[in-house]
């Protein structure tokens, strides 16, 4: 995506939906988010609003349901089993009351240090952003993806990403991997 439309699509809508920033992640991340939040996804309910014909509107991944950006990301089978892992890894419990927008903004039933928020909330959005391009793949390219390859896929880009641009301490891999409940109040 060029810059010219990643600036454009940033400006908030007329609904003052807030733009949540997070520099633990790569800028795209950031823009799926904002996304994911204003529902402009190419899920295939909104692409139905919007006069696109389609042969179906179901759940490509399940079928048990209609496509909306809440059931992609959040509430399929499958993602939500990854939330679950990715919750459990960091030794919290996912609540199946929340929605996407809830999801992806700062978690305030838990405590946490100002870094550590700002940590899991990047180590959230890179799981929503895997499981949106999984759900890509599988409709492209007829690929699937499974739960114990998914957490992995989602524990090393994390971080890698986070990592990276983590300034105020060196996280360590095997931390990372094995207590990330350490990063909470860094
Ligand atoms: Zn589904």
Same mark, same amino acid.
């Given at each position: 995506?060029?810059?010219?439309?990643?600036?454009?699509?940033? %400006? #908030?809508? #007329?609904?003052?939906?807030?733009?949540?920033?997070?520099?633990?992640? #790569?800028?795209? %991340?950031? %823009?799926? %988010?904002?996304?994911? =939040?204003?529902? =402009?996804?190419?899920?295939?309910?909104?692409?139905?609003? =919007?006069?696109?014909?389609?042969?179906?509107?179901?759940? #490509?991944i399940c079928d048990d349901d209609v496509e909306t950006v809440d059931h992609t990301l959040l509430f399929c089978k499958q993602a939500f089993d990854i939330w679950s892992k990715v919750f459990e890894w960091w030794g919290l419990n996912v609540s199946s009351n929340l929605s996407v927008s809830e999801l992806f903004g700062k978690d305030s039933s838990i405590t946490m240090s100002e870094s550590g928020a700002k940590i899991w909330q990047a180590v959230k959005w890179v799981c929503g952003y895997l499981i949106w391009r999984n759900r890509n793949q599988k409709v492209f390219k007829n690929k699937c993806w499974n739960i114990p390859v998914a957490l992995n896929e989602i524990q090393v880009t994390s971080y890698d990403w986070i990592a990276k641009r983590f300034k105020a301490k060196t996280l360590d891999w095997h931390r990372w991997l094995h207590s990330p409940q350490e990063f909470v109040n860094v």
């Amino acid at each position: 995506m060029s810059d010219a439309i990643n600036s454009k699509i940033l %400006v #908030p809508g #007329p609904n003052r939906l807030e733009t949540l920033k997070n520099n633990l992640i #790569p800028k795209k %991340v950031e %823009v799926f %988010v904002w996304r994911a =939040r204003k529902k =402009r996804l190419a899920i295939l309910t909104e692409l139905d609003k =919007r006069g696109v014909d389609l042969h179906s509107i179901r759940c #490509p991944i399940c079928d048990d349901d209609v496509e909306t950006v809440d059931h992609t990301l959040l509430f399929c089978k499958q993602a939500f089993d990854i939330w679950s892992k990715v919750f459990e890894w960091w030794g919290l419990n996912v609540s199946s009351n929340l929605s996407v927008s809830e999801l992806f903004g700062k978690d305030s039933s838990i405590t946490m240090s100002e870094s550590g928020a700002k940590i899991w909330q990047a180590v959230k959005w890179v799981c929503g952003y895997l499981i949106w391009r999984n759900r890509n793949q599988k409709v492209f390219k007829n690929k699937c993806w499974n739960i114990p390859v998914a957490l992995n896929e989602i524990q090393v880009t994390s971080y890698d990403w986070i990592a990276k641009r983590f300034k105020a301490k060196t996280l360590d891999w095997h931390r990372w991997l094995h207590s990330p409940q350490e990063f909470v109040n860094v």
